[in-house]
């Protein structure tokens, strides 16, 4: 079956302009996460989504940074005034449910010029 | 603070080697482990989950082990071929409040040679 999906697959940025990143889960999986990918810091949870319970946000970086996910499916991670130390491949990953593994889509590639 | 750590960084070996890559973690309270492997430019790729009550898991020419009161997980990959060549990142959901999030390790990038 089809995978998580995101898109788009790169985006370039100048600073202080706000993106949008979009992930689509495994269909039926009710939890998501986001996570981003960088050189210097390896791979970092950003944030968790459980059905219809109040997100996990503690891995937020600043409050530039948030997220929402509509009718339980898709989600959009949004920055806002981008800077440069956003720039990093941003992972979104779906489970069944929280206890099982975590499938990964491709990712986003954001640069911030 | 929990943290995970993957030793070697990198390593290189010949083809048909067998070969184990380490990962510990500083808190015996886990509720499971998961194994990836990672393609240059690519995501993730699941490989192995072991729950906290299992002691190891196996899928083909891979076996994870988890030995909770030592920290520590193996992932054994036998009689290693080219294809294997990939980041292996092993990351930990710890047993605490009602997050999924997973903490991962550095990873270990491993080349097997023709």
């Known amino acids: 079956g089809a995978g998580v999906s995101q898109s788009p697959s790169n985006k370039v940025t100048e600073k202080g302009k706000d993106v949008e990143l979009r992930c689509d889960p495994i269909s039926g999986h009710t939890a998501l996460y986001w996570y981003r990918q960088s050189l210097g810091q390896g791979l970092e949870f950003l944030i968790y989504?459980?059905?219809?319970?109040?997100?996990?946000k503690s891995g937020l970086p600043s409050d530039r940074f948030s997220a929402e996910r509509t009718g339980g499916s898709v989600s959009t991670l949004t920055i806002q005034r981008t800077q440069q130390e956003d720039s990093a491949v941003y992972l979104c990953?779906?489970?069944?449910?929280?206890?099982?593994?975590?499938?990964f889509g491709p990712g986003t590639r954001l640069t911030v010029t | 603070k929990q943290e995970v750590t993957q030793i070697p960084a990198a390593l290189s070996v010949p083809e048909g080697e067998n070969l184990v890559l380490n990962c510990s973690f500083t808190d015996s309270a886990i509720y499971n482990l998961q194994w990836f492997r990672q393609d240059p430019g690519k995501g993730l790729t699941s490989l192995l989950l072991i729950q906290s009550s299992q002691r190891e898991q196996t899928s083909g020419r891979l076996n994870a082990s988890l030995d909770k009161s030592s920290g520590r997980s193996t992932l054994y990959i036998a009689a290693s071929q080219p294809g294997d060549s990939a980041t292996y990142l092993c990351a930990v959901r710890f047993d605490s409040g009602n997050t999924g999030k997973l903490i991962f390790g550095q990873g270990t990038t491993l080349q097997v040679k023709p």
């Open positions: 990953a779906s489970s069944l449910v929280r206890e099982r593994e975590q499938y």
């Open positions: 989504f459980q059905g219809n319970s109040a997100p996990d």
